[in-house]
């Protein structure tokens, strides 16, 4: 009888896992970013640690990005200068911030991220006409530096903070190169999804374990609402993703300040 029961909780753990994964990388995969919103705070919720849950997470993640890939690699949106200046500089900024995620104050930097991040909702609306159309700018020697460095921060926010960082990159790569939403998103996902979370995956597992039993289920649920969400961002255009930027963007914002102030 108890091993039944605890079976029942197992399988039910799973099918809450699964359906979070979905929901939250479908969403994240859509906007370029949020898979945070969502997943981080359920896996707290059902009670894992900061660190273990963030690992977790993070490993999730990278099959948010496998997922997306499928779907957008045969888009032609990814460029190789940027995709090279993204994993130079983003990925030692995510190991970076993988590494001193235990010095930060946690409480502290995850409200600051959240009043930042409904800023970047905000701004978007604000700039009616941002990302709808691609216009190219900076692609110049400092240019890619300056910009490489707003990635490297980023990266650094990614591995340390995670929640809802793909989001800014989303925004730095529209703002400061020009890209429309709908190729900004194709790079998010794809290399910060694969490539940075791995990194942050990697480095983060070196010193906390991750939950191993979860990860099947957010596995799986991360890989097809990836795909799911890359597909939507696809057939839609770029006003309906820039909406569904600033609308996770926001949500996102307020669920960080709401888990530090509750």
């Known amino acids: 009888m108890l091993e039944i029961a605890f079976d029942s909780v197992v399988l039910f753990d799973s099918i809450i896992l699964l359906i979070v994964a979905f929901v939250s990388n479908t969403l994240s995969a859509l906007a370029g970013g949020g898979a945070g919103l969502i997943q981080l705070p359920a896996l707290l919720f059902l009670g894992l640690s900061f660190q273990t849950a963030l690992a977790t997470h993070k490993i999730a993640s990278v099959f948010l990005g496998l997922g997306a890939s499928i779907a957008h690699l045969k888009s032609g949106h990814l460029t190789k200068t940027l995709t090279i200046l993204m994993l130079a500089f983003g990925i030692p900024g995510v190991m970076l911030g993988a590494f001193t995620i235990v010095k930060i104050d946690e409480q502290l930097a995850q409200f600051l991220l959240g ?3 409904i800023g970047l909702g905000v701004y978007s609306i604000f700039k009616p006409k941002l990302g709808l159309t691609a216009d190219l700018k900076n692609q110049h020697f400092f240019g890619f530096l300056l910009g490489g460095l707003g990635l490297f921060f980023l990266g650094f926010l990614n591995g340390s903070l995670t929640s809802g960082t793909g989001l800014f990159v989303t925004l730095w790569l529209v703002s400061w190169f020009g890209l429309s939403y709908k190729q900004a998103v194709a790079f998010s ?57 600033e609308i996770v963007t ?13």
């Open 115 to 117: 009043i930042l991040t």
């Open 189 to 245: 996902l794809v290399l910060v999804g694969i490539f940075w979370n791995a990194s942050g995956a990697v480095t983060l597992a070196i010193t906390t374990e991750p939950q191993y039993t979860w990860l099947p289920a957010l596995i799986i649920g991360s890989l097809i609402g990836g795909y799911t969400g890359a597909r939507l961002s696809q057939i839609k255009n770029n006003q309906f993703i820039k909406r569904s930027f």
């Open 250 to 262: 926001i949500l996102t914002g307020i669920a960080l300040i709401i888990k530090v102030v509750v």
